[in-house]
C-alpha cells in the first residue's frame, strides 16, 4: 500500500507541474507555450500516464500479497513476485469456495470418474437456476464418460470467466446487459411518438384520432466459442497448479475477445450487431470535413456530440467510446495558443491551494466520461473507393443491448481424443447476441474521419 500512495503522491506532484506550466503563460498575457514549454509538458504528460498504470499494477500487487499473507503457510509454498507477474496479466476476485465450486474443479482435473458420489450428483443438476432444483442438464452428452460431459459452470467459475471477459474492449460494464432463460428469438418493442403532440380544439368539435406506431428489435442467440485448450496431464496433476485459475483465463479471455469484438463491429449477419454496425445503420453520422482522414479537432467533437438529442445526451449512460489511437490524437490537441487542451483532472479550488485530487476519476471529454475499445477502428481510411473510418462514438450506450442466454456459459472436458499426446482438451462456448434498441431519435452518434 506504501508504494501506491507514494504512487499517487508522485501523481499528484506531477499534476501540479503540468497545470503550473499552463498557469504561467495564461497569467503573461495568455501567451502561447514555447517550444521548452511544449517539451516539458509532453514529457510529463507520458510520465502521468505510466504513474497511473503503475498504480493499477501496484493495487493489484497489494491485493494478491495480502490474500497471500493470510493463507495456511503449508498450503502455499510460492514466490510471491512469481504471483505477483501472474496476478498482473490475471487478476482474480477473493470468494468463498462453494460445494458446487469445489466440484467443479475436481471435474476440471479428473472428470467425472474422480467424484464423489455426492459430487456427480452436483455435476449433473442446475443446482444454481431457481425453481429448477432436480432438473437435469439437457447438454449432457453422457453423465458418467468425462470425456464426454459439457456442463454449465458454476457461480463461482462462472464469475471468473466473466472477470477474464472484462480484461478486453469497452463492451462489458458500459452498455445494457440482460439474460434469458431460453435462446429462443427475443422481441423488444419499442415506440417513438415525439412527432406528436396535444392540439388546440373549439367546443362541440371531436378529438383527433392520432395512433401509436410501434416496432421492435429482435435478439437471437448465437454461439461464442472459445475454441480448443490443450493441456499436458503432468501440469494438471501438479498439487500447487491452480487449475480453476489457468482454464478460467484462457477460456475467458478467448471468449472475451470474441465478444467484445462482435459486440462492437458484428455484421450482424449470422453474428450479433456491433454497436458500430447499428449506430452507423441508423444514420446519426457527424463526417470530418475535407482535409481529416486521420486527425480530428475540437469542433469534431462538439458537433458530434449535438448530433445526439438532449434527451440522450445527459443520461448517466452517455459517454464516448473510441480507440486508444483516437484518445491520443485528443491529447496533443492545442489551443490558438499552442497551449494543451488535454490536462490532468485537479480540484476546482487549487489556485486557492488546495491539494491535489489524488482519487479523482479519469478526465473527461467535454464533460462527458469516455471508454477505450481496441475493437473499434483507429482515425484512417479503408477500402476502394476510400472511405473515412467510423473512429468514435458519442451517445447513450445503455440504449446498445447484449443479451445472454442464462446460464450459458458451458464447459467440456475432452479426455480421450488426446490420450496418447498425455492432454486434456478444455474448452467453452456462450450464446449472445447485441443489437441498438432506437425508437427513431438515434440515442448515438458516429464520428467518420473524411475520405481525404
Known amino acids: 500500500m506504501a508504494y501506491a500512495k507514494a504512487l499517487r503522491e508522485q501523481l499528484g506532484r506531477l499534476s501540479a507541474d503540468m497545470r503550473a506550466i499552463c498557469d504561467k503563460a495564461k497569467n503573461e498575457e495568455n501567451r502561447g507555450l514555447t517550444d521548452e514549454e511544449v517539451t516539458r509538458?509532453?514529457?510529463?504528460?507520458?510520465?502521468?500516464?505510466?504513474?497511473?498504470?503503475?498504480?493499477?499494477?501496484?493495487?493489484?500487487?497489494?491485493?494478491?500479497?495480502d490474500k497471500l499473507a493470510t493463507a495456511d503457510p503449508n498450503v502455499v509454498r510460492t514466490n510471491l513476485e512469481q504471483v505477483r507477474d501472474e496476478f498482473r496479466t490475471s487478476p482474480r476476485k477473493q470468494r468463498e469456495l462453494t460445494p458446487q465450486d469445489r466440484a467443479f474443479s475436481k471435474y476440471l482435473r479428473n472428470g467425472m470418474g474422480g467424484l464423489e458420489a455426492d459430487e456427480r450428483q452436483m455435476m449433473t443438476f442446475v443446482a444454481n437456476t431457481p425453481g429448477a432444483n432436480g432438473i437435469q442438464i439437457q447438454n449432457t452428452m453422457s453423465t458418467t464418460t468425462g470425456s464426454q460431459?459439457?456442463?454449465?459452470?458454476?457461480?463461482?467459475f462462472s464469475g471468473m470467466l466473466e472477470e477474464a471477459k472484462k480484461w478486453f474492449g469497452g463492451i462489458e460494464g458500459v452498455v445494457d446487459k440482460f439474460s434469458t432463460e431460453t435462446g429462443n428469438p427475443f422481441p423488444w418493442p419499442t415506440i417513438n411518438d415525439?412527432?406528436?403532440?396535444?392540439?388546440?380544439?373549439?367546443?362541440?368539435?371531436?378529438?383527433?384520432?392520432?395512433?401509436?406506431?410501434?416496432?421492435?428489435?429482435?435478439?437471437?442467440?448465437?454461439?461464442?466459442?472459445?475454441?480448443?485448450?490443450?493441456?499436458?496431464?503432468a501440469l494438471m496433476q501438479d498439487s500447487f497448479f491452480d487449475m480453476d485459475a489457468l482454464v478460467a483465463r484462457l477460456l475467458g479471455t478467448r471468449l472475451g475477445r470474441l465478444y467484445n469484438q462482435k459486440c462492437t463491429i458484428g455484421s450482424g449477419t449470422n453474428e450479433p450487431t456491433g454497436i458500430v454496425t447499428a449506430a452507423v445503420a441508423a444514420g446519426s453520422i457527424n463526417q470530418a470535413p475535407s482535409g481529416?482522414?486521420?486527425?480530428?479537432?475540437?469542433?469534431?467533437?462538439?458537433?458530434?456530440?449535438?448530433?445526439?438529442?438532449?434527451?440522450?445526451?445527459?443520461?448517466p449512460g452517455c459517454r464516448y467510446?473510441?480507440?486508444?489511437?483516437?484518445?491520443?490524437?485528443?491529447?496533443?490537441?492545442?489551443?490558438?495558443?499552442?497551449?494543451?487542451?488535454?490536462?490532468?483532472?485537479?480540484?476546482?479550488?487549487?489556485?486557492?491551494?488546495?491539494?491535489?485530487?489524488?482519487?479523482?476519476?479519469?478526465?473527461?471529454?467535454?464533460?462527458?466520461?469516455?471508454?477505450?475499445?481496441?475493437?473499434?477502428?483507429?482515425?484512417?481510411?479503408?477500402?476502394?473507393?476510400?472511405?473515412?473510418?467510423?473512429?468514435?462514438?458519442?451517445?447513450?450506450?445503455?440504449?446498445?443491448?447484449?443479451?445472454?442466454?442464462?446460464?450459458?456459459?458451458?464447459?467440456?472436458?475432452?479426455?480421450?481424443?488426446?490420450?496418447?499426446?498425455?492432454?486434456?482438451?478444455?474448452?467453452?462456448?456462450?450464446?449472445?447476441?447485441?443489437?441498438?434498441?432506437?425508437?427513431?431519435?438515434?440515442?448515438?452518434?458516429?464520428?467518420?474521419?473524411?475520405?481525404?
Request: glycine residues 8%; aromatic residues 10%.
Open 292 to 315: 481529416e482522414p486521420a486527425s480530428v479537432t475540437y469542433n469534431d467533437l462538439v458537433n458530434t456530440e449535438h448530433t445526439v438529442d438532449p434527451a440522450y445526451r445527459y443520461n
Open 149 to 156: 460431459g459439457g456442463f454449465v459452470v458454476p457461480t463461482g
Open 321 to 452: 467510446m473510441f480507440s486508444d489511437a483516437f484518445l491520443k490524437l485528443l491529447k496533443k490537441l492545442v489551443d490558438g495558443q499552442n497551449r494543451p487542451l488535454w490536462q490532468p483532472g485537479l480540484m476546482a479550488s487549487f489556485r486557492e491551494g488546495a491539494a491535489v485530487d489524488l482519487v479523482a476519476s479519469r478526465p473527461t471529454v467535454l464533460d462527458h466520461p469516455y471508454v477505450i475499445n481496441q475493437d473499434m477502428a483507429a482515425p484512417g481510411t479503408n477500402g476502394s473507393p476510400v472511405v473515412g473510418n467510423y473512429s468514435a462514438l458519442f451517445g447513450d450506450m445503455s440504449a446498445f443491448k447484449v443479451r445472454e442466454v442464462s446460464g450459458g456459459t458451458t464447459v467440456l472436458r475432452l479426455v480421450e481424443r488426446y490420450a496418447d499426446f498425455l492432454q486434456v482438451g478444455f474448452t467453452a462456448f456462450q450464446r449472445f447476441d447485441s443489437n441498438l434498441v432506437d425508437a427513431g431519435l438515434h440515442p448515438l452518434a458516429v464520428f467518420q474521419q473524411s475520405n481525404s
Open 194 to 233: 415525439t412527432a406528436n403532440k396535444g392540439r388546440i380544439i373549439g367546443q362541440n368539435v371531436q378529438m383527433t384520432e392520432t395512433d401509436l406506431v410501434f416496432n421492435q428489435v429482435t435478439f437471437n442467440a448465437y454461439i461464442g466459442s472459445s475454441d480448443l485448450v490443450l493441456i499436458p496431464l
Open 41 to 65: 509538458f509532453q514529457k510529463m504528460e507520458g510520465d502521468y500516464s505510466k504513474i497511473e498504470d503503475s498504480i493499477k499494477i501496484a493495487e493489484k500487487s497489494d491485493a494478491i500479497a
